[in-house]
Structures are given as structure tokens and as C-alpha cells.
């Protein structure tokens, strides 16, 4: 007997070919996003090139109550992408096409698919560059989805800040342009931004308008190490406080350290707590903030500021920043990673960071902590063996850090975003009655429950 998802494979069949596919090992790929949830299959896997086939196979699987599951590049570290219910995988990976480029007013519209990396190339030779910077090869539609940031968010903010307006297709089918090209504009509610970090339960984001930068005149990375982690933790603190506009200041602890240099063959550092900055502006600009960034590290008992100016040696030091997490992964080889990305006002950093490192000494886990501190985020990458029960102790260190976070007034994700994983804390952060709006919004958009079903609520 025919079911409802062979009725929808028929129909999209006409309008998607070969695009839709049950094949076993693209359901396979499906499965899963870089995270430690058990994997589940998708009934089948459909590769969407336009907002019209997004819509019309949304309307397929509406009428027919089939599960959608939004992908980009499946590099998301909650469980966003498995489909819990089944249904279908629908991929965005080949919606690749940079729609349009204005110089004079430094946009660009975009289909969803398209990587940060793949945009930066496009914009190489017009002295325009787009800053949100995960350190993954993902989409920026993903990114859109997870209110994504990254090492430039202190500077030039998260993924929200930086888009315009989006296409998004419906659960029925209907397509939306939201906000527009302009750089503000006090109409109506704010669509935009409620399909910024809803991670594929409300809409299909298809196409992005993106607000893009001018290359600044001067760049300079320094790295500067410290004896101790409180120390680093301090001059973040201090830095900001003294509103020193970093472009980037990301802190590594001693295990990440010794993690980086081996995997990324970093001479001449050790293995202690570190701080990567890096400033933008004028020749005079760069200089000046530099110099008071190296005055009140050395304050906190910070050494040895090293300068990186020409491009090539910036950019080895930020591939060995944005690799951290491979490179951890290589320092325990056979070990699974769980990453924690709590954020607490900045005030409050150094209670998080060194209360995390007492939970992880007292854990007997190995966990390289990185961060994004400027903002006052930090992840720490627990190391996860291949033993029974490891999995479980590793969750309950990841709830021990969450919930000291919550504590200082923070937040379980900092850019991470809910998927399986923080659905339980999402309540504790907002209240009951937001997340009763919350619970509004999506049966207002998507009443049937095909979108990501399973994600952001607990049930
Ligand atoms: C090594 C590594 C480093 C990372 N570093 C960072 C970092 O620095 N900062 C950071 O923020 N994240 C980081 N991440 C996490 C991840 O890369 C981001 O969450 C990213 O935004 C996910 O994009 P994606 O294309 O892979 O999305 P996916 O994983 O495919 O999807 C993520 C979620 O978005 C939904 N979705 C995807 N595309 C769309 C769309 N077009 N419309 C609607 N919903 C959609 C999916 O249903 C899912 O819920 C890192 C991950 C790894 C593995």
C-alpha cells in the first residue's frame, strides 16, 4: 500500500529527478551533524537548487503531514539535523549562486547555501569581506538557522547583525521576503530576526541578504602567554572594559595550546594559557590599540607579545585557531569530542572559566578550553573515551558548566544553538511564559509540526 511519504517521493520525483534519492549511504549522511547524538536515518534525502523547489516540496510533505528536516552542511554540534520523526533530508548544499553584489552600499544577496569561505573568494578583489567566521566549512543559511558567530563577533557581531533580510519558505508552501537592503527601518515586527536562530522549525531560509565590510587598512594578530589562566581571563576582562575595539581576542588554555602546536606545527610558543588578538583600523589606529592591549596584558602578568602583520603569518595563526577543534580531536585520538559553549557577561568570565576548569580537573576528563571571550563565550571540548558509561559523565560536566553559567546570568549556548542537546535548559533561560510565545509562534507557522520536529521544545 502506497504511504504518504512514497506520495510525496512521486510528485517531487516530477520536479526534482534524481535530486530526491532513498540511496543508503546519502541517507547515512544524513543521519547526523558533528555531534555525540546516536544517528537516525532519514527516509530519503531531496537537494533542493531554488526557493520554488523548496516550496513546492514543502507543500508536498505539508499536505501529507511527511517530516522536513532542514541541512546545510550538517556541521551543527547539538543534534540539529537528525531527523528524530523521519521524513525527509532537505539539503541546501547546491544553492550555491552569490545572487548579487553592491559595492557602493557593501550588501550581497546570496542563496542559502553558500559557505562563508566560498562568499570571501567571490568578494576577494572588490575590498569587501563578510566576517562571520565559525570554524567550520558550513553554510551560511546553517549559519542563519543557529545564530552562528565566531573569532569576529567582538568586532563586527554575530551572524544576527549582519543580515538584512532573508527568503524563506514556508511549511505550506508560501514563500516570504523579510527586511529588505536598507541599514535600518522602523516597519513592522521583525520577521528577520525570528528565523535568525530557529534552526529550521519555522521556515526554509532559501536566500540572505547580507550586510558586508570594507576591508580595513591595517590588520595585526599578536599572541601573548601567560603563567597562569587567570591572568589571560583578566586582561579579556580588562581589554574590554577598557573599550579597546579588538577585532578578535580568543583565549586558548595550557592542553588546547599544547593541542594547536602539535597539530598546526606552531614554533616557538608553549603550552600555557594564550591570547590570540587581532586589530583593525588605521596604520596609527592598529598601533595605538596594540599598544594598550599589550600594557594591561602585561598588567596580569602576560609575556612575550608576538606580532603577526603580514597576511601570511596572520592567516596561519587563525587556521590554527579555527582548527582547534580538529586538533583536538588529534591530541586524543580515538576519543569522541563534546563541546560546551556557555557565555556570561564579560564581568563574570573569570568565575565561568576557572569554575569550568575546577569541574573539569575534578572530572578526571581531558577538555581543551578555547573561547570567543571578547564576547564572553568559551567552549570546552571534553574529550569523550570510548567506555561505558564516559558519554553520560561527560554530559553531566557539560550540565555543570551550563548551569554555573546560567548562575553568573549567562546563556547554555552562546552561538551553538538548542537542537537535542539544550532543549532541557531553554525554560530555565527564558521563563515559562516565553516559551509558551515561543511554542505560539511555531504552531502559527508550521501548525502540522513537519518542520525539525523533535528540536528547540522538549516536547
Ligand atoms: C569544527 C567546528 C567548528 C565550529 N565552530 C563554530 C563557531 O566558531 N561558531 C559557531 O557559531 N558555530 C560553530 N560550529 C557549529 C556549526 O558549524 C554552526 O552551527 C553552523 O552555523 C552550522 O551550519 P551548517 O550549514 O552546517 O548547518 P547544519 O548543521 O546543516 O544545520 C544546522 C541547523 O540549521 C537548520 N538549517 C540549516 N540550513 C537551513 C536553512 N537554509 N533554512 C532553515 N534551517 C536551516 C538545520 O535544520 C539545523 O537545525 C562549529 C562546528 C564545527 C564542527
Known sequence: MATH?????????????????????????????????????????AFVESTEEAARLLALCDARR??????????????HVTPVRGGISLDLSRMTRVLEVNEPDMDCRIQAGVTRQQLNAHLRDAGLFFPVDPGSECTIGG??????????????????????GLTVALADGRVIRTGGRVRKSSTGYDLTRLFIGSEGTLGVITEIQLRLHGIPEAMSAAVCQFP?????????????????????????????????????KLEGYAARPTLFFEFHG???????????????????GGSGFRWASNAEARNRLWKARHD????????????RVLTTDAIVPISRLAEAVLGARADIDASGFTAPMVGH??????HTTIMVPDEPGALERAWALDRRIVSRALAL?????????????????LEIEHGAESLAVMRSLKTTLDPNGILNPGKMFLN
Open 282 to 300: 588605521s596604520e596609527a589606529g592598529v598601533a595605538e590599540q596594540a599598544q594598550m592591549a599589550e600594557a594591561l596584558a602585561e598588567e596580569h
Open 228 to 264: 597562569a589562566l587567570a591572568g589571560a581571563v583578566e586582561t579579556v576582562i580588562a581589554v574590554m572594559q577598557a573599550g579597546i575595539p579588538v577585532a578578535r581576542i580568543e583565549f586558548l588554555d595550557e592542553q588546547m595550546m599544547e593541542a594547536t602546536i602539535a597539530h598546526a
Open 143 to 164: 549559519m542563519c538557522a543557529t545564530r552562528a558567530s565566531g573569532t569576529n563577533a567582538v568586532r563586527y557581531g554575530t551572524i544576527r547583525e549582519n543580515v538584512l
Open 373 to 378: 571571550v571578547g564576547d564572553g563565550n568559551f
Open 66 to 79: 511527511v517530516p522536513v528536516v532542514p541541512f546545510g552542511a550538517g556541521t551543527s554540534l547539538e543534534g
Open 324 to 335: 582547534a577543534y580538529w586538533a583536538a580531536l588529534a591530541y586524543r585520538p580515538g576519543h
Open 5 to 45: 511519504l512514497d506520495d510525496v517521493l512521486d510528485s517531487a520525483r516530477g520536479f526534482l529527478g534524481e535530486r530526491i534519492s532513498t540511496n543508503a549511504s546519502l541517507r547515512e549522511q544524513h543521519s547526523h551533524g558533528e555531534d555525540t547524538n546516536p544517528p537516525l536515518l532519514p527516509d530519503a534525502v
Open 409 to 425: 546570568g549567562g546563556s547554555c549556548s552562546g552561538e551553538h544553538g538548542v537542537g537535542i542537546g539544550k532543549r532541557e535548559f
